[in-house]
């Protein structure tokens, strides 16, 4: 047993020494392979690694495996010259906004959110790239526009059309450019122009109201394939309406219908402005649910102003809520300016059909101001039925700001406000009429 027990200890001393031993030897052999790992890249190779990975190179030489936002494959392009041109149409944008003053709280974000969605390799338009989590987070799932509803509804003022109800009809005739922009989509796909469902149609023709986030709305309900291309396209008109009514108002009107004056407005009560947004909610909610979710929005801001009794809400409404949500909705627009995305047939057509719906509105509602005007009563100058689209305030400063080209003292801003705001209701029903009828 003694001999064991010596034996036992001799040879755990031996199995440590020779353990020992090897330590060095097996730390020499690490250090040698990594040193091998290290000195395997010549500095050459690195900087040649480096150069493919810049932006001139994958613009340049289009990686041909390389996907977009959505894993599906992209043609050369779309990879190289379709960036470059999607880059100088947002240096465009900015050129409008800054210069020209087009919008700019709405046209800055997209411009600049294009500009980052056409950023080779980084991926910024991605599921996981931060222009892809805004777009999911906030207008894949109708969060945005009901929260911009809610902005709008605590700016908006229903004194002008309360005191002046027949300019309602002005926003109801400007929703003709929506059904009548729906029925020249079908008839297009039925003489084989083109290929859209009744419900891509209908969410298409909301564009004519120039509503961004009805167009959302809508758009996630009937056609959500659609939904980057009409975002981009209804927003791109409400920050060009500048640009596009005017021709069209000039065309519609005389020098003598330009300079008409209208009467001043009458005094609307507190009590009809609490009375309002209710009733209208009400109405909506026995005729048509489906619009209740924007219209509810809207009339829920509208009564916290009104209420008179919240301002620290009803300011957060108007400034800290919209101007956040205002910027990441832009930016969440502008990930779809994307080349692959924009640059493709069915946009192009979507942004053709939107601008005939857009001045199909427009129209409608100056032509309606000339048909008042042939019955006894006051007379309405035209300029404001373009106001009808639901672009607000945009559409009413346009409309204020051609009057004064023919008369300085012609001051239109509060008649055009009436159907400017008649015209965001009458978008919102008009949406979920559309969505009644054909989800």
Request: no cysteine.
């Amino acid at each position: 047993m003694k001999y064991f027990i010596i034996k036992l200890f001799a040879l755990m001393l031996f199995s440590f020494g020779a353990l020992h031993a090897s330590a060095p030897a097996s730390t020499e052999v690490a250090s040698a392979h990594k040193e091998e790992t290290y000195q395997s890249k010549p500095f050459s190779e690195m900087i040649g690694g480096f150069l493919k990975s810049t932006g001139v190179s994958a613009i340049l030489n289009p990686d041909p495996d390389e996907l977009d936002a959505h894993g599906r494959e992209m043609s050369n392009f779309h990879k190289s010259w379709g960036r470059i041109i999607m880059i100088l149409v947002t240096f465009f944008l900015f050129w409008l906004a800054i210069r020209k003053g087009f919008e700019p709280l709405l046209l800055l974000p997209i411009a600049f959110g294009g500009l980052l969605a056409n950023i080779p390799i980084a991926g910024i338009a991605g599921e996981h790239g931060f222009l892809g989590v805004i777009y999911n987070m906030g207008l894949a799932n109708e969060m945005f526009p009901i929260l911009i509803f809610m902005g709008v509804g605590a700016m908006t003022d229903f004194g002008p059309l309360l005191s002046n109800p027949k300019t309602a009809l002005l926003g109801g005739a400007a929703q003709f450019g929506i059904f009548g922009t729906l029925v020249g989509a079908v008839a297009l796909t039925q003489m084989g122009f083109a290929d859209f469902t009744l419900q891509q149609a209908s969410a298409i023709s909301i564009i004519g109201g120039a509503d961004g986030p009805t167009s959302i709305f809508i758009a996630t309900k009937l056609a959500p394939e659609l939904l980057g291309a009409i975002a981009v396209a209804s927003y791109s008109y409400m920050a060009m309406v500048p640009i596009i009514q005017p021709p069209i108002m000039k065309a519609l009107t005389t020098d003598a219908e330009r300079k008409i004056k209208m009467t001043t407005l009458r005094h609307v009560s507190r009590l009809e402005k609490l009375v309002f947004p209710i009733m209208v909610l009400v109405l909506a909610i026995l005729v048509l649910p489906a619009s209740t979710p924007l219209i509810g929005a809207f009339m829920f801001g509208n009564f916290l102003k009104e209420s008179g009794v919240v301002e620290r809400l009803n300011d957060t409404l108007q400034n800290s809520l919209i101007n956040t949500v205002t910027i990441f909705l832009g930016l969440g627009v502008g990930s779809k300016l994307a080349a692959n995305e924009f640059l493709v047939p069915d946009t192009m057509f979507i942004m053709a059909l939107g601008i005939v719906a857009f001045s199909v509105g427009t129209a409608s509602g100056v032509i309606m101001a000339k048909i008042m005007n042939l019955f006894p009563g006051h007379k309405v100058n035209p300029l404001i039925g373009s106001a009808g689209v639901s672009a607000v305030p945009m559409a009413a400063r346009v409309s204020n700001k051609v009057g004064m080209e023919y008369d300085r003292s012609n001051m239109l801003l509060m008649h055009a406000m009436g159907p400017n705001v008649a015209g965001v209701i009458g978008s919102a029903v008009a949406a979920g009429v559309l969505i009644s009828l054909f989800q």
